[in-house]
């Protein structure tokens, strides 16, 4: 059973960095084909995928966000780690991480699992 | 504004069927890319519910069907139930943003 779940802090300040953990269970990030991704919904708003990591530890990012974004995994620990630099009160949202079904391409995948999602202000 | 666009709203009484379109561009589903649809019920994570336009992953009941047509896609609900009150949204990839994009949501609302 694939399971994700997201933690890290509740309240950040405008201009610091965010840094959000994925932990998972029931899948092996060195696994072929396997991703884990970043996505975020602001209050009311729709879905705004963040970030990809693959297996091969090869990355995507969204085009607009590129700068601000790293994405990291640590295998051993079943952890995939997002940070987001200088947040801005635009940024808050509820963050998601998901995993993506193996075996399609980039250009087709699909998050099949998602973790709960964790709401993340910015404010000062 | 999202690349692929949905209506903000769709109703239907319990027992009727309903449509939620998803329009994109050459960019994106006209190109071929696949159509993924999910659902997200008030206050939790979205679930997915069809892949690769016309898929159900399992669980997932055959009242749901997706369908894919030029640069359009579209979701079916049939028998409408009490429970499918949700927010629905497609997600696709543009070529332009080299990445995975989603449609704006359509509330569902069981009359």
């Known amino acids: 059973q694939i399971t994700l779940k997201e933690s890290g802090p509740t309240l950040v300040k405008p201009t610091q960095t965010l840094t959000l953990t994925c932990t998972f269970s029931g899948f092996s990030l060195s696994t072929n084909e396997v991703a884990v991704g970043w996505i975020r919904q602001s209050p009311g708003k729709a879905l705004e995928w963040l970030a990809l990591?693959?297996?091969?530890?090869?990355?995507r990012y969204r085009p607009s966000l590129k700068s601000r974004l790293t994405i990291t995994k640590d295998t051993s620990k079943n952890h995939v780690v997002l940070t987001m630099t200088n947040m801005d009160p635009v940024d808050t949202a509820t963050y998601y991480c998901?995993?993506?079904?193996?075996?399609?391409?980039?250009?087709?995948?699909?998050?099949?699992?998602w973790g709960q999602g964790t709401l993340v202000t910015v404010s000062s | 504004q999202s690349v692929l666009t949905q209506p903000p709203s769709v109703s239907g009484a319990p027992g009727q069927r309903v449509t939620i379109s998803c329009t994109g561009s050459i960019s994106n589903i006209g190109a071929n890319y696949d159509v993924h649809w999910y659902q997200q019920l008030p206050g939790t994570a979205p679930t997915l519910l069809i892949y690769a336009n016309n898929n159900r992953p399992s669980g997932v009941p055959d009242r749901f069907s997706g369908s894919k047509s030029g640069a359009s896609a579209s979701l079916a609900v049939t028998g409408l139930q009490a429970e499918d009150e949700a927010t629905y949204y497609c997600q696709s990839y543009d070529s332009r943003l080299s990445g995975s994009v989603f449609g704006g949501g359509t509330k569902l609302t069981v009359l």
């Open positions: 998901a995993h993506t079904a193996p075996g399609y391409s980039y250009g087709n995948l699909h998050f099949d699992y």
């Open positions: 990591i693959y297996w091969d530890d090869n990355k």
